[in-house]
């Protein structure tokens, strides 16, 4: 190896989390990035130590004692570079009295602004304002990413490998229909009806979106009909459904109003329920501001 070149954080990063979960497709799912990719940048670090350090096998894949060691030079020096970015963003941020807030449209819509009245009840005129992004879960990770925002809410069960989480709480997704629309009568439905069905659905890259195709592919029954329509907004999938356009997949906080009023119909599929968990997201080591939301806002 030619000891001038730097290490490749990258790959040390790839390895120590294919070590960790015992996978590299399960480390590539962390990192954000395909099986291929995460296989590459080890192979690119065996040859580059010239010696192997990960044993693959159809069972999982583990460390040769070579590998072990070099997960362990690699830990502190992982760790310094998280730092070293965390350190890097105060740059940005010091001296603004402002908390940067990006959340997905269902946190946004309907839980934010209570935590925020709380927070604000807490700190009276003291401590920065709050300023709140709305947007599907993958921009809000890519925002937290960037800088652009401080603190982001998530509502996928993907959650970025790159950026420290923490669990806030739990959804679940509902499958609804307008009165006038067959399934309020049956209310219940198989898995195979619902995923040849054309439904109103978010875009790609919502939390509600990937929740709801991931059920239906671990169920055994992807979904095969295209959406009869594609909404950017809870408002718009509500209203959408409301007028008999399709049935829609959303939020149970987004329609639970809607369906005590009667103006939407739950419909039961059988044997699924669709759970998502909600998370907090932030990079590095979190901030004052981030430390004071995340201990006065969620609820749980």
């Known amino acids: 190896m030619d000891t001038s070149r730097e290490p490749d954080l990258e790959a040390l990063r790839a390895l120590a989390l294919t070590a960790e979960s015992g996978s590299i497709s399960a480390a590539g799912a962390r990192l954000g990035v395909s099986q291929q990719a995460v296989s590459l940048r080890i192979r690119a670090l065996e040859r580059d130590l010239r010696v192997r350090l990960l044993v693959r096998s159809p069972r999982g894949s583990h460390l040769t004692p070579a590998g072990q060691l070099l997960v362990g030079w690699a830990a502190p020096l992982l760790t310094a570079a998280d730092e070293f970015t965390a350190a890097a963003r105060t740059l940005h941020d010091s001296g603004t009295d402002t908390l940067r807030i990006a959340a997905s449209l269902t946190i946004a819509e309907h839980l934010?602004?209570?935590?925020?009245?709380?927070?604000?009840?807490?700190?009276?005129?003291?401590?920065?304002?709050v300023q709140l992004s709305a947007a599907n879960s993958s921009v809000v990770a890519e925002a937290v990413r960037e800088g652009t925002a401080d603190l982001g809410f998530i509502e996928t069960p993907a959650i970025p490998a790159d950026l420290t989480s923490r669990p806030i709480g739990a959804d679940t997704i509902e499958v609804v229909v307008a009165g006038t629309h067959r399934w309020a009568v049956t209310r219940a439905v198989s898995i195979p009806e619902l995923a040849r069905t054309p439904l109103v659905l978010r875009e790609p890259g919502s939390g509600t979106r990937q929740t709801f195709d991931d059920?239906?592919?671990?169920a055994g029954h992807p979904r095969t009909a295209e959406p009869a329509e594609v909404a950017r907004t809870t408002l718009a999938l509500r209203s959408a459904v409301m007028a008999g356009t399709a049935p829609g997949a959303l939020s149970s906080l987004a329609v639970a109003?809607?369906?005590?009023?009667?103006?939407?119909?739950?419909?039961?599929?059988?044997?699924?329920?669709?759970?998502?968990?909600?998370?907090?997201?932030?990079?590095?080591?979190?901030?004052?501001?981030?430390?004071?939301?995340?201990?006065?806002?969620p609820g749980t």
């Open 257 to 297: 109003d809607d369906l005590q009023a009667g103006r939407l119909v739950r419909v039961r599929i059988r044997n699924l329920r669709i759970q998502r968990p909600l998370t907090a997201i932030w990079a590095g080591r979190a901030g004052p501001g981030v430390r004071d939301f995340l201990a006065l806002a």
């Open 112 to 129: 934010i602004p209570e935590w925020i009245a709380r927070w604000r009840v807490h700190l009276g005129t003291a401590g920065p304002a």
């Open 215 to 218: 059920a239906l592919r671990t």
